[in-house]
T-cell receptor
C-alpha cells in the first residue's frame, strides 16, 4: 500500500515538446506529492510539489496535475529543453507522520536538440 | 550544492567485507535519511534518524546499521557485503522530524557509489 508506480521508465522528447510523466498510488493517507529531479552524478533535488486539495500546480514550465479520485498525478514539462534531460522521481508521503517519502521508480527523460 | 556532504564518493570492495559511509547534513538539520538507489529499483528508503534517535526504518537489511552522532553526522555501516549491495547510497537531511507540505523537502547529498566485486 506504500507503493508509488511511475511510468514511463524512459522518455525521449524533441526540443520544444511536452514531456509527461505519470504516477499512481494506493495509500489514500498520502497527502504530500513532490517531484524530484536528478542529474547524472548528483543527488535528487526537489522540483515541485502539490497537496491533494488542489488539482494543478504550475511553476514556470513545470506543472503537476493531480486527480484525487483516480489516485494519480503527473508531471508536465512544457517547451522541453535539452537542459531538462534528467531522471525524474515522483514521491508521496503522509504528512505529520514519521514515515518517509516513498519514491517512484524514476523516469529517464532525454530531450533531443 | 545541497549542503549535504557524503564520503566517500566511490568505494570498491570485495564480497564479505564491511564499509562505512559517512554523511554530514546541512547546517541545522536534525533529520538524516539514508536511501539506496539501484539501477532497477529507484530510491529505496533505509532508515531515518532525528537528533540522534532512530525514527523510521524501511527496507534495511540486518547486515546494515546506522547511527547519528551528537554532532548530527551519520554513518551507514554495511557488513558481510554481497554483490547485490552494489548501489548508490544517498543521504538526505531535513530540519524536521516529520514534515508536511511546506516542510517536507529533503536535501540530498551526491551519494556514495559502492561497488562490490
Amino acid at each position: 500500500q506504500q507503493q508509488v508506480k511511475q511510468s514511463p521508465q524512459s522518455l525521449i522528447v524533441q526540443k520544444g515538446g511536452i514531456s509527461i510523466i505519470n504516477c499512481a498510488y494506493e495509500n489514500t493517507a498520502f497527502d504530500y506529492f513532490p517531484w524530484y529531479q536528478q542529474f547524472p552524478g548528483k543527488g535528487p533535488a526537489l522540483l515541485i510539489a502539490i497537496r491533494p486539495d488542489v488539482s494543478e500546480k504550475k511553476e514556470g514550465r513545470f506543472t503537476i496535475s493531480f486527480n484525487k479520485s483516480a489516485k494519480q498525478f503527473s508531471l508536465h514539462i512544457m517547451d522541453s529543453q535539452p537542459g531538462d534531460s534528467a531522471t525524474y522521481f515522483c514521491a508521496a508521503r503522509v504528512s505529520g507522520s514519521a514515515r518517509q517519502l516513498t519514491f517512484g521508480s524514476g523516469t529517464q527523460l532525454t530531450v533531443l536538440p | 550544492d545541497s549542503g549535504v556532504t557524503q564520503t566517500p564518493k566511490h568505494l570498491i570492495t570485495a564480497t564479505g567485507q564491511r564499509v562505512t559511509l559517512r554523511c554530514s547534513p546541512r547546517s541545522g538539520d536534525l533529520s538524516v535519511y539514508w536511501y539506496q538507489q539501484s539501477l532497477d529499483q529507484g530510491l529505496q528508503f533505509l532508515i531515518q534518524y532525528y537528533n540522534g534517535e532512530e525514527r523510521a526504518k524501511g527496507n534495511i537489511l540486518e547486515r546494515f546499521s546506522a547511527q547519528q552522532f551528537p554532532d548530527l553526522h551519520s554513518e551507514l555501516n554495511l557488513s558481510s557485503l554481497e554483490l547485490g549491495d552494489s548501489a548508490l547510497y544517498f543521504c538526505a537531511s531535513s530540519p524536521y522530524e516529520t514534515g508536511s507540505y511546506n516542510t517536507g523537502e529533503l536535501f540530498f547529498g551526491e551519494g556514495s557509489r559502492l561497488t562490490v566485486l
